[in-house]
């Protein structure tokens, strides 16, 4: 198996709630992302760390905060989510930087009601 | 920022056709990546591409990185019903440090008719 996995796989919250989502890696790899999934947009890239507590912004990180407290977990927060925030949500690991593969878990549903 | 233009954006082919989609940039890249996504997952990587003018093969899947480093396109030969899916290019910078993220494109909807 991949070694990825994400946690929910859907979920549906109010508007203004906290939420947070879960990547869970068994790999020991250092990089790891969340990117968001729309209908017209592909993906794009909210946040990535690139080692424990060191994390970076990337193209729509406006709302969302990230945290690498271990090397296998790596949280997406929403402090109070909004339904411009409804999504899928991917998370992936940089799992050989000879290819720049990158491996993806199957995905968080979220929609903010 | 840089931005990938992935084409088509979808495609309706009879399952046994040849198909072809590609990206193009303003910027140049070092690394060409295509990945697949089928439904409720996440997207697989198809092949990765690392030099210009490389042409690399996957089965019935080509593709290549332009000479210029500023695109790429894949082939899929006599296609077949699970070829179905999303197809994303990505690439990665010349600055890459091993921080700098990939940057993927919009996607290509492939739809392959029976």
């Known amino acids: 198996d991949a070694g990825i996995t994400q946690s929910p796989r859907h979920k549906v919250t109010e508007t203004g709630t906290p939420v947070t989502l879960r990547c869970h890696q068994t790999?020991?790899?250092?990089?790891m992302y969340w990117y968001r999934q729309d209908p017209g947009h592909g993906l794009r890239l909210i946040h990535y760390?690139?080692?424990?507590?060191?994390?970076d912004k990337g193209e729509v990180s406006d709302g969302y905060s990230v945290s690498r407290s271990k090397t296998e977990d790596f949280l997406l927060t929403l402090e109070s989510a909004t339904s411009s925030q409804t999504s899928v949500y991917f998370c992936?690991?940089?799992?050989?930087?000879?290819?720049?593969?990158?491996?993806f878990g199957s995905g968080t549903r979220l929609t903010v009601v | 920022g840089q931005q990938l233009n992935q084409s088509p954006q979808s495609m309706f082919i009879q399952e046994g056709e040849d198909v072809s989609m590609n990206c193009t940039s303003s910027?140049?890249?070092?690394?060409w990546l295509w990945y697949k996504q089928e439904p409720g997952e996440g997207p697989v990587l198809l092949i990765a591409?690392?030099?210009?003018?490389e042409l690399t093969s996957n089965g019935r899947l080509t593709a290549q990185f332009g000479i210029t480093r500023k695109d790429s396109f894949l082939n899929i030969s006599a296609s077949i019903p699970s070829d179905v899916g999303i197809y994303f290019c990505?690439?990665?910078?010349?600055?890459?440090?091993?921080?700098?993220?990939?940057?993927f494109g919009k996607g290509t909807r492939l739809s392959v008719i029976a």
């Open positions: 591409l690392y030099k210009a003018g």
């Open positions: 790999e020991n790899h250092r990089y």
């Open positions: 760390s690139y080692g424990v507590k060191d994390t």
């Open positions: 990505a690439a990665m910078a010349p600055r890459n440090s091993g921080n700098t993220p990939l940057v």
């Open positions: 992936a690991m940089l799992q050989d930087r000879t290819n720049y593969g990158y491996t």
């Open positions: 910027s140049i890249f070092n690394t």
